[in-house]
């Protein structure tokens, strides 16, 4: 079982940066892809970036050009740098983990997403994100 481990939260002023990692340990013999999600107080929680199959990043629209997400397979750690940070982006956000690729989780709301987010392999326990203005 793989497990996963968030850090580099905090609180910024509105126009900084933050840099999260999420570290996975454990089952070594399985491939797995790993996405960020964030959820917002009173919020659904929602995709934000993921690195897909063919190592091609994707983002939720509203991350697009400000965020960055990154893998180090030697590391087995995906990073997120948030650049430009906005208020809309205090969260917590999350790292998970999944067999199967997370790409239709970002940036999309299908009718099945609910059901697989419930059932991915693993997420770790969150890191809080406060942008103030």
């Known amino acids: 079982q793989v497990r996963l481990v968030e850090s580099g939260g905090g609180s910024v002023q509105v126009g900084e940066s933050l840099r999260l990692s999420c570290v996975a340990s454990?089952?070594?013999?399985?491939?797995?892809?790993m996405a960020w999600f964030r959820q917002a107080p009173g919020k659904e929680r929602e995709g934000v970036a993921t690195i897909n199959q063919n190592g091609a990043p994707s983002y939720d629209d509203s991350v697009k050009g400000r965020f960055t997400v990154t893998e180090d397979n030697d590391k087995r750690t995906l990073y997120l740098q948030m650049n430009n940070l906005k208020p809309e982006a205090t969260a917590m956000y999350f790292c998970?983990?999944?067999?199967?690729?997370?790409?239709?989780?970002?940036?999309?709301?299908?009718?099945?997403?609910?059901?697989?987010?419930?059932?991915?392999?693993?997420w770790g326990q969150g890191t809080l994100v406060i942008v103030s203005s």
């Open positions: 454990g089952d070594t013999k399985r491939k797995y892809y």
């Open positions: 998970a983990a999944d067999v199967l690729p997370l790409t239709p989780l970002v940036g999309f709301w299908g009718e099945y997403s609910g059901m697989r987010m419930a059932n991915l392999a693993a």
